[in-house]
DNA sequence: CGACTAGTTGAGGCCAGTCAATGTTGGTGG
DNA sequence: CCACCAACATTGACTGGCCTCAACTAGTCG
């Protein structure tokens, strides 16, 4: 069963009064010294992704001082459940992280799937808690930036607040684009534009393109695309058969971007 | 047609050097003095929703000055298009308004729908580009909040930057409950959960939340639940048919809402 | 008054869901 | 290392909910 992680101090914490409380959340609070953080934004891979792109070295030293821990999650680990008070947003330094809501009747329903170099947990400013969980999808790293810090933050440090604004607005637009699929795409097109996405968000990080494995089961996949399980199989059987791509279980290998790319429009 | 709405000044705009060119899209840029727009925050019956909640008296009236200029726009105009530049949100006065994406195909979605007391125009943020269209269903008027001002002010008045920040946060918890609906929601559920979503919305602002005029067509409320408007149509038919509502063309009077509640869940 | 848009209602078809059986994979402990 | 088990995935047969197509009505505006 997935169990909420208990972040892993990278050093242990000492005991003396440099020892700081970082967060309120009992449960979740790690209690450790800021200092003994090791990796810092100035030597993460994730930084041109991250929320301190464009801020001068010194801004760095600023944005870096305020990471309060890193937290290890494991697969099926949970960062955050829904209704859980908010804090801090995540910025994922590896591994992928899936996003669920919870109907009131227990359904639940994947609406974002997240990897390497994305910040999640924006769902949980306006009331202070979180509306989504976040569960980790495999071995998986975040940073946690404390809500209260960025904003203070932002406020002396214009790019700042430039890249807080953007990352806000860009899971706005990425919510967009999710309600057009859903709201009026066929199966085949759903799963072709869902492939075609991916394959984009590895090329921006520097992966290949046409070549990934999937992090997610074909429930997982098919909840987030408004499907069933069995539907997404058979989706996959045909793009296969039709030579559009090659899949061997969670394995894909994009064959003919070019039909799939038609598929979808 | 729906036309580009030319904002109409409240005052003649006067032709000396403080009308001021509020922004650089030739065809909608109205020429008008900011001194000359006569409402102010301070008067308007929407502050309470508005994004200066919360604000000092002094605070108030920096806000007022960066509010650039009122449009009017009748109904089917446009406030914006998809790709056209972004330098404002909006607050909507009164009326109401619809924003739409389109497909690479022209296939287009209803993705919001947006009453008085909203803001709107969020998704410009990251990329300087509008996503969405925003089309007025009806006589509305709305106020221009140019975002560099609104940035600008935030920096010096954490409370506005909170306001911020919280409605760039409903707007993205509005979207993953959408995401949900559209995602996991049978068509009965999605048309209760939207009726009952308006209530609550109508309810907010001092109207009846029993009893409300649609401002969309059948084909709009189902491009927004990712139905076909016969679906629509044939669900208010047994909705009304089964006592749940009263529904006479777009007047919707809710009978009973435990029921409906039911259905949703 | 005619043309047009919006809405209703019916008949029939199809896409995706449901139910069910079987195959495959990966992790765990003997 | 292999056997076992549980979770994941595939495939088939059938069903049903929503879409499509179509005819008709009601209301609106020039």
Redesign the pocket.
Known sequence: MAHVATPVPLVPAPADASALRVTDAASLAPVISIRDVKKRCQTCGMRELCLPIALTGDEMKQFDALVAHRTKLKKADTLYRAGESFHALYAIQFGSLKTVVLAEDGREQVIGYHMLGEIIGFDGIDNDRHHAAAIALEDTEVCALPFVSIAQLARIMPALQQNLHHMLSTEHSRAQSVMLMLGS??????LATFLLNLADRYRQRGYSSTEYV?R???????SYL????????????RF?QEGLIH????SVKLLDTAALKKITA
């Open positions: 795409m066929h199966a085949a097109e759903r999937l997610m089961t074909r429930e997982e996949i098919g408004g499907l069933k399980l069995e539907t997404v199989s058979r989706l996959f059987a296969h899949v061997q279980g969670r």
